[in-house]
T-cell receptor, first 113, second 109 residues
Framework: DGGITQSPKYLFRKEGQNVTLSCEQN?????MYWYRQDPGQGLRLIYY???????QKGDIAEGYSVSREKKESFPLTVTSAQKNPTAFYLC????????????FGAGSRLTVL | QKEVEQDPGPLSVPEGAIVSLNCTYS??????FMWYRQYSRKGPELLMY????GNKEDGRFTAQVDKSSKYISLFIRDSQPSDSATYLC?????????FGTGTQLKVEL
């Protein structure tokens, strides 16, 4: 079945550590996105990539980094510079480039201890 | 002003009730509007999307867009306990979706 796989589902990290969240899709979608979800704030866009080897900052990119070396993969690194990294992270890909209809993964919950 | 405003709820209704979920948006340039459903600790899943104004129906769900008042609505008929979830509205266009904060719905037996 086609879909988006995010791993790990739950992740704990100590302050000052970088951590990388994995996102893989087999939908053959060109565009991929990372969103962060916090209670009461909805989904906020961190980074997005319309094509391999290219990506753009979203609304809250500070403290995060991404790469897009393969069409299928769009990993997100949460760096130690991110002041409040505890959140639910969602990866998505674009099913319809005109309407931005996104397909989401199941999410990764990051907790900083 | 947020681009997409949505009442966070929670909204609690009895089984079988008609549910009305609403959003407002500020930028009239965008044409696409979506509703996503998100169960607890899961990723959002697309329920419906509409283009421009008008209604779109899919089973028990009806999405409505009123561009003159910048109002987006989702109606759920004959609500079921399995409809208990958070419902996110979004507007599309350009390179990204902009989401509302989500409305938490609970359908009680």
């Amino acid at each position: 079945d086609g879909g988006i796989t995010q791993s790990p589902k739950y992740l704990f990290r100590k302050e000052g550590q970088n951590v990388t969240l994995s996102c893989e899709q087999n939908l053959n979608h060109d565009a991929m996105y990372w969103y962060r979800q916090d209670p009461g704030q909805g989904l906020r866009l961190i980074y997005y990539s319309q094509i391999v080897n290219d990506f753009q900052k979203g609304d809250i990119a500070e403290g995060y980094s991404v790469s897009r070396e393969k069409k299928e993969s769009f990993p997100l690194t949460v760096t130690s510079a991110q002041k409040n990294p505890t959140a639910f992270y969602l990866c998505a890909s674009n099913r319809d480039s005109g309407a931005n209809v996104l397909t989401f993964g199941a999410g990764s919950r990051l907790t900083v201890l | 002003q947020k681009e997409v405003e949505q009442d966070p709820g929670p909204l609690s209704v009895p089984e079988g009730a008609i549910v009305s979920l609403n959003c407002t948006y500020s930028n009239s340039a965008f044409q696409y509007f979506m509703w996503y459903r998100q169960y607890s600790r899961k990723g959002p899943e697309l329920l419906m999307y509409t283009y421009s104004s008008g209604n779109k129906e899919d089973g028990r769900f009806t999405a409505q867009v009123d561009k003159s008042s910048k109002y987006i609505s989702l109606f759920i008929r004959d609500s079921q306990p399995s409809d208990s979830a958070t419902y996110l509205c979004a507007r599309g266009g350009g390179n990204k979706l902009t989401f509302g904060t989500g409305t938490q719905l609970k359908v009680e037996l």
